[in-house]
């Protein structure tokens, strides 16, 4: 469970780490992915995509240090 403490009635303040710690924890992209059902089929197909697109960005930033691009 996310706690966030006020400080001196601070609450915009409070608020930003609220959610800066939601984002952290991956609770946005639940609550989204929790909105429809998703079918088991779709949901491989989607983390197959998300891995290739992590593979793909990884070999990028690589590429990139090594000074090949």
């Known amino acids: 469970m996310v ?3 006020v400080r001196d009635n601070n609450v915009e303040q ?4 609220l959610k ?3 984002q952290r924890e ?3 992209r639940e609550m989204k992915a929790r909105q429809h059902f998703e079918k088991p089929s779709e949901k491989k197909a989607r983390q197959r995509a998300e891995a290739v697109r992590r593979a793909r960005k990884l070999a ?3 590429a990139q240090r ?3 691009v």
């Open 20 to 22: 800066k710690k939601m």
């Open 66 to 68: 090594e000074g090949i």
């Open 3 to 5: 706690q966030i403490v």
């Open 60 to 62: 990028r930033k690589r």
């Open 14 to 17: 409070a608020l930003r780490a």
């Open 26 to 28: 991956g609770l946005f």
